[in-house]
């Protein structure tokens, strides 16, 4: 805000000296009443002032480009790297979109209708802890534009303040099926997301609004989700599987393409719109290959992993976007009666081995106890069991391996 004069101080002092040097004569006087009817004033343009500095706040916030403008600024307030990755042994939860998840349970609200299960193995996976707020990211491909790392709300995103394009680097070519979440927020414009053919691309709007283009076949599918609040900070989801494609916004499935084609290759590209009043920001990616029905991998190895079961940060309280995942393993269950599952709890490294193991234990007996309450499954049919960090999936040195640590595993009894 701008520096403002301020006189108040010097009628104060001049007030008290009237008083200290005793009788005032009538000029005296005069100036007396006219000076406390300063004071009054004054007393009432500090609340008045208050309110102004708080609303020229807000408006600061609007004028300067939204979210995550100042990195500088915000990177003193929000926690520290290491204070954000000490809870890195949750599931995945994912901190943006949703039907009001702080209060609701799976199956309840919107998600009883969404179906986004994430692929099993994690390919890529970042959420920009390990980088320079202010710098681009050491994992990511830069292209053009202007992008840097910012946080807000005691996050990072990847900040863009011009038209801008990115890669995702995959440590192999896209499988026939995988996943891919992130966040995002566009306040002008849309991003473009092509996985291997620029003509074959989905586009995310800022107001919910997606698209699927195959420019080869003339293929044009859209999609809207019923909130259409331009610039909020959205979850886009997409499941691909050979041709086959389905994109989701927060909690809502918004297309179902059977024949989009839309191409396979060891990179990721991301084309935004933005300028420096209407930045764009994304964080949070993870790329995930497979989908194999979980009875199918039971069938053939006598366990599955799933990357589906979400809980809070620190916590055993289930996410309603386990949804899809639950539902599919009550299925199972009341389709195969013979079945006895153990439910294990695995974590990567991050915090003590101790405190691993506890929520490992706490979170497979949760699960257990869904899967009893919500499908009637006989408690005798289902155990629980917490492993902490003793099992690891991979390597905890990077941002997939510990993503593949993170998970619930269903074993055959």
């Known amino acids: 805000m701008p520096t403002r004069f301020r006189i108040f101080p010097l009628l104060a002092s001049t007030a008290a000296l009237l008083v200290i040097s005793g009788a ?56 520290a790297a290491g204070a954000a990755a000490a809870p890195a042994a949750d599931a995945a939860a994912p901190p943006a979109g949703g039907d009001k998840a702080e209060s609701l349970k799976p199956g309840e609200g919107a998600w009883a209708n969404y179906d986004f299960k994430p692929g099993e193995r994690v390919l890529y996976a970042d959420d920009f802890t390990g980088d320079e707020v202010g710098g681009f990211p050491k994992r990511m491909e830069f292209k053009e534009g202007a992008l840097e790392i910012v946080e807000w709300q005691g996050a990072r995103y990847l900040r863009a303040t011009s038209d801008s394009k990115f890669y995702l680097s995959l440590p192999e070519v896209l499988p026939e099926r995988f996943t891919m979440e992130f966040d995002y927020t566009i306040p002008a414009g849309e991003v473009w997301i092509s996985f291997g053919n620029e003509n074959k691309r989905i586009e995310f709007g800022g107001d919910g609004t997606t698209t699927v283009y195959n420019q080869d076949t003339k293929i044009t599918a859209n999609g809207q989700v019923a909130d259409n609040e331009r610039g909020k900070l959205r979850k886009g989801r997409v499941l691909a599987d050979g041709k086959y494609v389905k994109v989701y916004v927060d909690d809502t499935r918004v297309l179902n393409v059977p024949n989009a084609d839309l191409g396979r290759a060891d990179k990721i590209l991301f084309y935004t719109d933005a300028d420096v009043k209407t930045p764009s920001l994304f964080g949070n990616f993870r790329v995930a290959a497979g989908g194999k029905k979980l009875y199918d991998a039971l069938a053939a190895k006598g366990r599955a992993a799933t990357q589906g079961i979400y809980f809070d940060t620190g916590s055993d309280r289930i996410r309603p976007e386990s949804t899809p995942t639950l539902k599919e393993i009550g299925a199972m269950l009341k389709d195969h009666p013979e079945l006895k599952l153990t439910i294990e709890g ?30 009637q499954v006989d408690a005798a049919r289902l155990q629980a069991k917490g492993l902490g960090q003793s099992k690891p999936a991979g390597s905890n040195d990077t941002p997939e391996g510990r993503q593949n640590n993170r998970r619930v595993e269903l074993v055959k009894s």
């Open 24 to 79: 005032a004569t009538p000029a005296e006087a005069q100036f007396g009443k006219k000076l406390k009817g300063a004071l009054k004033q004054h007393a009432e343009d500090k609340a008045v002032q208050k309110a102004v500095e708080k609303e020229d706040k807000a408006i600061d916030a609007v004028t300067t480009g939204g979210p995550g403008t100042d990195s500088a600024a915000s990177a003193s307030t929000a926690p």
């Open 346 to 375: 695995h974590t990567d490294n991050v915090g003590s081995a101790a405190s691993n193991q506890a929520l490992s234990e706490k979170r497979a007996a949760a699960v257990r106890q869904f899967l009893i309450d919500s499908y």
